[in-house]
């Protein structure tokens, strides 16, 4: 949380004062905690920040003021030498340490797409070299990711919802998770029932267009008398478009005497056509 989301402030006197900013009440709890457990903290302070020019949402600031040096040291916020560390370097030791830098990293500058929309998940992080950071966790975790610069942040992004769905586990993030999943699930049963209502639509329509033109030639055979004439085949398709001029091709097989099947009797629409076409000729 300091390294994504603080700030270190040189008061006079050589005191510091150091300041997490986040907008989530549940964050501002756990990061007043955790600066509340810094022992040489003077002061701990929550500020609210009511929203304005650019900022369309309140925001809070924790604020801790005192000889806080060794705790900043201790998070991985200043060397040893009380300047501002490089990288956090020693979350990169263990599994746990890596859940628990990038979870402290989500709360205070992350954001995740509504788990029914396209997958994507972001961390905003103050600079280049805390991003590269970030990717190397993500890579210990098989995470795909990219990284790009916006608004004087490097942000961190991971699209996919495989990606996006074993982050959030690995934070701890269960509850999330299974929302993450569930809606996965309605994404892929909606795209399938999406695409069975558009093949359905397409169908319809081609039927619909199919009928038109058959029963435009059956139109034309019968005001030339042509139609007494053919086959009787030919001619039982023809009444049965009549009477049924939405059906489509395979209802009318089953309703010929005897049912033919699909392809017998859009042959017979077929030789239809052409002597149809013939007439013109």
């Known amino acids: 949380m300091a390294r994504a989301g603080g700030t270190l402030h040189l008061l006079p006197g050589g005191a510091r004062a150091f300041e997490i900013d986040?907008?989530?009440?549940?964050?501002?709890?756990?990061?007043?905690?955790?600066l509340v457990r810094v022992q040489a903290a003077s002061s701990v302070e929550v500020r609210l920040f009511e929203p304005g020019r650019g900022r369309p949402k309140a925001r809070f600031v924790v604020r801790a003021e005192g000889d806080i040096a060794a705790g900043l040291i201790e998070a991985g916020?200043?060397?040893?030498a009380e300047r501002p560390a490089e990288a956090p370097r020693r979350a990169l030791t263990r599994r746990c340490d890596v859940?628990?830098?990038?979870?402290?990293?989500?709360?205070?500058?992350?954001?995740?797409?509504?788990?029914?929309?396209p997958a994507h998940l972001e961390l905003r992080l103050p600079n280049q070299a805390d991003a590269a950071v970030v990717t190397a966790m993500l890579d210990r975790l098989e995470v795909s990711s990219s990284v790009r610069d916006?608004?004087?942040?490097?942000v961190v992004t991971i699209k996919g919802t495989?990606?996006?769905?074993?982050?959030?586990?690995?934070?701890?993030?269960?509850?999330?998770?299974?929302?993450w999943e569930e809606g996965t699930v309605w994404k892929s049963v909606r795209g399938e029932a999406?695409?069975?209502a558009n093949c359905d639509t397409a169908n319809a329509h081609r039927t619909a267009v199919s009928?038109?033109?058959?029963?435009?030639?059956?139109?034309?055979?019968?005001?030339?008398?042509?139609?007494?004439?053919?086959?009787?085949?030919?001619?039982?398709?023809?009444s049965l478009r009549l009477e049924h001029p939405q059906a489509p091709l395979d209802e009318l097989a089953r309703l010929s005497r005897p049912p033919v099947?699909?392809?017998?009797?859009?042959?017979?629409?077929?030789?239809?056509?052409?002597?149809?076409?013939?007439?013109?000729?």
């Open 194 to 196: 999406n695409r069975l």
């Open 162 to 179: 495989t990606d996006a769905g074993r982050l959030l586990a690995a934070m701890g993030a269960h509850h999330s998770y299974l929302d």
């Open 150 to 154: 916006h608004k004087a942040a490097a």
């Open 211 to 238: 009928a038109l033109v058959q029963r435009s030639h059956i139109e034309s055979l019968t005001s030339s008398g042509t139609l007494d004439h053919l086959p009787r085949v030919l001619q039982e398709a023809a």
């Open 99 to 117: 859940s628990a830098f990038l979870r402290g990293a989500f709360l205070v500058r992350g954001s995740v797409s509504d788990p029914r929309a």
């Open 261 to 281: 099947t699909k392809a017998a009797m859009a042959d017979r629409f077929r030789r239809l056509g052409r002597h149809a076409a013939s007439l013109v000729g």
């Open 22 to 34: 986040a907008e989530d009440p549940a964050v501002v709890r756990k990061a007043y905690a955790a």
């Open 77 to 80: 916020v200043l060397d040893t």
